[in-house]
């Protein structure tokens, strides 16, 4: 069986639990290959959440979309409305399912947080080690890190 990389839950109306295999057979039209186009120093190829929230089906509650990363601990909340559109669930790598060291096995991505309009989105919204969507109504758990010292020791420990 194969094991489940990735849940979308909270307000939505179809709760998904998604295998590589799910993600890597959704319709061309829905991939995005080679995400170094959008960033250069990341790379694999995704799915957009546009296409993954189209099955879940966020209802009306649904204002924030929260990430989880469960192995670090790590959690990001940020407004629905402005990511949607903007979000790359990055899953794959070279054809293989996307490496730990590379954030895998689920990566957020988002193409251009500007494009989004808010403070909200950050380089600190680009999850790795992603293992849950959380469509919640407002704010959900963020713990991103406030100040320079603490974004710098999350990043250079």
């Given at each position: 069986?194969?094991?489940i990389?990735?849940?979308?839950?909270?307000?939505v109306e179809?709760?998904?639990?998604?295998?590589?295999?799910?993600?890597?057979?959704?319709?061309?039209t829905?991939?995005v290959?080679?995400?170094?186009?959008?960033?250069?120093?990341?790379?694999?190829d995704?799915?957009?959440?546009e296409?993954?929230?189209s099955?879940?089906v966020?209802n009306?509650?649904?204002?924030?979309?929260?990430?989880?990363?469960?192995?670090?601990?790590f959690?990001?909340s940020?407004?629905l409305?402005e990511?949607?559109?903007?979000?790359?669930v990055?899953?794959r790598?070279?054809?293989?399912?996307?490496?730990t060291?590379?954030?895998?096995?689920?990566r957020?991505?988002?193409?251009?947080?500007a494009a989004?309009?808010?403070?909200?989105?950050?380089?600190?919204a680009?999850?790795?080690?992603?293992?849950?969507?959380?469509?919640?109504?407002g704010?959900?758990?963020?713990?991103?890190?406030?100040t320079?010292a603490?974004?710098d020791?999350?990043?250079h420990?």
């Amino acid at each position: 069986m194969t094991p489940i990389v990735l849940r979308i839950d909270g307000e939505v109306e179809h709760p998904l639990e998604l295998t590589y295999d799910d993600l890597a057979t959704c319709p061309a039209t829905d991939q995005v290959p080679d995400v170094s186009r959008f960033h250069p120093s990341r790379k694999g190829d995704g799915v957009t959440l546009e296409s993954l929230l189209s099955k879940a089906v966020p209802n009306r509650r649904a204002t924030y979309l929260t990430l989880h990363a469960t192995a670090d601990d790590f959690h990001a909340s940020v407004p629905l409305a402005e990511v949607r559109g903007e979000g790359i669930v990055v899953y794959r790598l070279a054809g293989e399912p996307l490496p730990t060291k590379n954030g895998g096995p689920i990566r957020f991505l988002i193409r251009n947080p500007a494009a989004c309009h808010t403070e909200e989105l950050d380089d600190c919204a680009n999850v790795k080690f992603v293992d849950r969507i959380e469509l919640t109504a407002g704010k959900g758990r963020d713990n991103r890190p406030e100040t320079d010292a603490e974004h710098d020791k999350l990043h250079h420990g």
